[in-house]
């Protein structure tokens, strides 16, 4: 097993791609139902954290903004960590992930174990 | 109460209240001493209230004996005297005379202070619910020995290896820190629960025992709420738990000792008392913004003390599968809510999430599996069940499996 983290990412200025309330409050049932899947499957590497949305970015010359989203139209929804066989697998379990019903994306890293530690 | 009944129950009640008091009083080193004067204050009453008859206030007559037994002890032993009165005095330097306090206060205080001993986590899971139902709960070695369904030698040593340990660890009896109620509380509704799911979900005939397990459970889960410090939502929410568990008891077994499954279950048998008992600590346990795995337990708990199919119940008992397995995975866990989410999505896709669960050496698995394919594709079904039946260890679970295909055969 190795593990992965899944960053999901999803334009949060658009207008027009923005769900409504009621398509928030039925994603947070889609979101627990993938969520609970992976659970099932035991395959979640850590627990699971939420992430503020405002944040944060520090720049050259201590240039501090609010946020990364005026100047990037991605911003990262959430990240989680899981433990499956390979990309492939991580794959299939993205596929499931919510945030691609709004338009978003997921990116999947493995986590690289250098030798000797 | 028979005069017979008398002296058992007042075993069962007090004795774990009086040796709570004299552990508290004496130290972690003197466990033996505050049991045997336990023992001999219960063989004085089996002796002298036979001949005299039943005093007008036994409690009180246990209660004057101990403390009497206790001062005598504490004068003749000349080695306990050198060992342990430095000790006391050092605990409880301004009295004159050591005398036991056996005031509601300090019973309750010496029974939360040895619940936290008992659960310490230097011993065993297992060491812990064994010595909590001895200490704290009263019960001869013979009788945890039958609801562990092993043998006396096995429980004997366990308790004595966990004294043991607690002694040299040199755990104290104290009143747990709030601080330290922080850290360790988790711990001790850990062995409050397993104590009742050894009498809940134990193979053992013995129906009366295995209630008074989970009674005592109950009890201990009880005392914790009772006293300010450890009252807080994860413990009102255990108790909901096992108030709404415990409402099933009479429906759950038939009269042959058999499990009844949950579906086939007579509802005029489940226990309205204790349901609206576990509503009302699962109401006062929605406070703070903590959700521990008890609440979510007790909400899927409350959910299946309504027998009709909705699909709200159903969602519900999904969503708090989900949260649960998220906050901790466990394959029962995982098993449940696929089986909840057939009832909301329907069978076809709960298979499809099934397969991915990979627990192929649970008869669990298999069972479920079977249930899911019956209706859809019987042959499936039989295999999933006869592998389900070669796994099974127990003559309870082997013949829930029969049943099961018993009832495919039929409809073929």
């Known amino acids: 097993m190795e593990e992965f983290v899944l960053i999901f990412r999803r334009d949060s200025i658009t207008k027009e791609t923005q769900p409504s309330p009621e398509e928030m409050q039925s994603s ?71 945030i691609l019903l709004w338009g978003g994306n997921v990116e999947i890293r493995m986590a690289v174990i250098s030798e000797g530690h | 109460m028979e005069d017979n009944q ?59 004996v101990a403390k009497n037994k206790t001062k005598n002890y504490l004068k003749r032993d000349a080695l306990f005297e050198q060992k342990l009165s430095v000790e006391i005095k050092h605990s409880a330097p301004k009295a004159q005379e050591t005398e036991l306090d056996l005031s509601s206060k300090n019973i309750i205080d010496s ?45 004997y040593k366990r308790i004595n290896r ?30 409050v629960y397993l104590l009742f799911s050894e009498g809940y979900y134990s193979t053992s005939q013995n129906t009366i025992l295995r209630k008074d397990l989970c009674a005592e459970a109950m009890r201990l889960c009880y005392l914790l709420i009772e006293n300010s410090g450890t009252n807080k939502p994860a413990v009102n929410a255990l108790l909901a738990l096992m108030c709404f568990h415990s409402s099933r008891f009479e429906a759950r077994i038939n009269e042959i000792g058999e499990t009844i499954l949950y579906e086939d279950q007579d509802e005029s048998l489940w226990n309205k008392e204790l349901i609206n008992r576990g509503e ?30 909705t699909i709200e119940k159903w969602e519900n008992i999904l969503q708090l599968y989900n949260s649960l397995l998220i906050l901790e995975y466990s394959s029962i866990a995982a098993l449940n809510r696929t089986f909840a989410l057939a009832k909301t999505k329907g069978k076809a896709e709960a298979i499809l999430e099934a397969e991915k669960l990979n627990l192929s050496d649970n008869h669990f698995y298999y069972s479920l599996l079977g249930n899911l394919y019956t209706g859809i594709d ?30 495919l055969k039929v409809e073929r």
């Open chain 2, 280 to 309: 009302q600590y699962l109401s006062l346990s929605s406070t703070g913004n903590k959700i521990s795995k008890y609440h979510l337990e007790a909400g899927i708990a409350y959910w299946h003390t309504h027998k009709e199919d």
């Open chain 2, 162 to 191: 966990a004294k043991d340990k607690l002694k040299t660890e040199q755990i104290k009896i104290q009143q747990p820190s709030p601080n330290e109620i922080d850290n360790r509380l988790d711990t001790v509704l850990t062995t």
């Open chain 2, 111 to 155: 029974q939360l202070a040895m619940i936290f001993t008992v659960c310490n986590p230097c011993i065993s899971n297992e060491s812990q619910v064994a010595l909590a139902l001895n200490l704290l709960c009263g019960f001869g070695i013979q009788e945890i020995a039958d609801g562990f369904l092993t043998n006396k030698e096995v429980i």
């Open chain 2, 6 to 64: 008398l002296l058992p129950h007042l075993f069962r009640t007090e004795y774990r209240k009086i040796v709570s008091v004299l552990c508290y009083l004496f130290g972690i080193n003197h466990i033996e001493i505050a049991e045997d004067i336990v023992s001999d204050t219960f063989l004085s009453a089996t002796e002298l209230w036979s001949i005299k008859g039943i005093p007008e206030n036994p409690t009180a007559w246990l209660y004057t």
């Open chain 2, 378 to 407: 019987n042959e499936k079904a039989l295999e999933h069940f006869q592998k389900a039946f070669k796994l099974a260890n127990t003559t309870a679970d082997k013949s829930i499996i029969t049943k099961n295909i018993d009832k």
């Open chain 1, 28 to 98: 947070i049932k889609l979101w627990q139902d993938w969520l609970g899947g992976i659970a099932a499957q035991d395959k979640l590497a850590r627990p699971l954290q939420r992430w503020d949305g405002e944040g944060r970015v520090v720049k050259q010359n201590n240039n501090v903004t609010n946020g990364p989203y005026v100047e990037i139209k991605e911003a990262i929804g959430g990240l989680m960590m899981i433990k499956v066989a390979n990309y492939d697998e991580a794959v299939e379990i993205a596929k499931g992930c919510p």
